[in-house]
């Protein structure tokens, strides 16, 4: 799999484009298309993958649109109301008011081989992580679920601590040897975050 990790945008988050054995695809569209360089931009993607609707992950999708035309949005069908309404998208607490216009597909009905979709709610109301499977490794992007050492915050619109700590769980689950991109800040592992994070195996 080839990963460009490009963090930007408001509150930094990582928007990924990847290119996998599922597919090409862009992972939470917060970076504007002029911040990368030409030659690192696809002719055509598969589809937009999004995590979860706060507004710092989906900031940029109108005008990655006008590139990839008619490519599907696929985000997590109880979510799809926050794309329209500023406080469950939290923009109205950070910046300004934001909504987006789009059609939306749900995201549980994406089905590639080598890549699941795994419900992470907790820090948002349907929040989803996306498991990929590239050349026998297991590439998990995680959202705002989990971060190296460290996890999302619980306290906006959505937010369930109970939900959160059991959708860490679920992630603690998987093969140690999984490689983690979340949604702020570096890449880690399964392995080192049952070691070294306070929130995982709570
Ligand atoms: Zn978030």
């Known amino acids: 799999m080839k990963i460009t990790v490009i963090p930007y945008g408001p509150l930094s988050s990582n928007m990924y484009l990847i ?22 931009i696809p002719s055509t993607i598969d589809g937009f993958l999004i995590t979860h609707v706060h507004f710092d992950h989906i900031y940029a999708i109108n005008d990655w649109l006008k590139i990839y035309p008619g490519t599907p949005v696929y985000a997590p069908a109880g979510e799809f109301e926050a794309f329209k309404d500023p406080e469950l998208n939290a923009s109205s607490f950070f910046i300004e008011e934001c909504t987006y216009d789009i059609e939306l597909t749900d995201v549980m009905s994406l089905n590639r081989p080598n890549l699941q979709v795994l419900k992470t709610p907790g820090h948002s109301k349907d929040g989803v992580s996306f498991l990929f499977e590239d050349n026998e490794q297991l590439i998990l992007f995680s959202g705002d679920t989990l971060f190296a050492g460290s996890c999302g915050r619980t306290d906006l619109p959505g937010g369930n601590r109970e939900a959160l700590m059991s959708s860490l769980r679920l992630l603690g689950d998987l093969d140690p040897s999984t490689v983690v991109y979340p949604g702020h800040g570096p890449s880690t592992t399964i392995k080192d975050e049952s070691r070294f994070n306070p929130f995982f195996n709570l």
């Open 19 to 40: 290119r996998s054995d599922a597919g090409i695809f862009i992972i939470d569209p917060s970076v504007f298309p002029n911040k990368l360089k030409k030659y690192d």
